[in-house]
């Protein structure tokens, strides 16, 4: 379903080549979650933004769902990251003047196959506990419903692969709580693979594969006994 293979990735930079990945391999099949957790450039942010298909790697392979992304056209890749990657970040990242519905609905808009997206996002605002707030703007809801409808719009085209930044760093643990529940049941439901950073050991701790970026490596973090 995801399979990452032996990827580093490199910078050029007046003083020669910098080396943020070295050699990272990560397999996933569906329905899987992984935590990934390190220090700032520790290269977390590198390595999702190659899963997301925004830069590719130096050297190595991605496949996500049986596609090499980075070999598709412009065109074809902007509509295979909208199709098939959800993307969640620690800022919820929702529009202001739109309402909770309309940032749902923002990636079908954009896949005009898709004749059923109006109903899913109601669907999905339903399973996550914001019927009631679909005409609302963002400026109207609490910092966990807002995530909450973020985490909604990541999974509406019914991504392979959802990858999720700090998505409770700017929580209270109640709301991260809740966040927390609603992604892991939603992932799961979707058979979808979760890629989720975090500095929090608390979230990570959910998790049953734990990663730390160390220098730029994936490396497996050691079970707690």
């Known amino acids: 379903m995801l399979k990452v293979d032996s990827i580093q990735k490199n910078f050029e930079t007046p003083a020669g080549t910098l080396r943020i990945l070295s050699d990272v391999t990560l397999h996933m099949a569906r329905g899987e979650a ?6 700032s450039g520790s290269g977390k942010s590198t390595l999702l933004n190659i899963l997301g298909t925004l830069e590719p790697p ?3 392979s991605v496949s996500i769902d ?3 992304p980075f070999t598709l056209a412009d065109r074809d890749l902007a509509r295979f990251r909208n199709r098939r990657i959800g993307f969640i970040f620690q800022d919820h990242h929702l529009l202001p003047q739109c309402s909770i519905l309309e940032n749902v ?3 079908v808009l954009a896949d005009r196959q898709n004749t059923k997206g109006l109903t899913r996002a ?5 399973r996550v506990g914001l019927s009631h707030r679909l005409d609302h703007r963002p400026a109207e809801l609490s910092g966990g419903e807002k995530q909450r409808a973020a985490i909604a719009r990541a999974v509406i085209n019914t991504p392979a ?3 999720a930044d700090e998505p409770t760093g700017n929580l209270d643990r109640a709301s991260a709580d809740v966040v927390a529940n609603l992604l892991s049941e939603l992932h799961k439901q979707e058979q979808a693979c979760l890629v989720l950073v975090t500095h929090s050991d608390v979230l990570a701790s959910r998790f049953a594969r734990r990663y730390e970026m160390v220098a730029g490596r994936l490396v497996e973090a050691l079970q707690p006994a």
């Open 161 to 163: 692969l959802i990858l």
């Open 66 to 68: 049986g596609c090499n």
């Open 105 to 107: 609905l923002l990636p």
């Open 34 to 39: 992984v935590a990934i957790m390190g220090p």
């Open 122 to 126: 109601r669907e999905l605002l339903d």
């Open 58 to 60: 130096t050297a190595g």
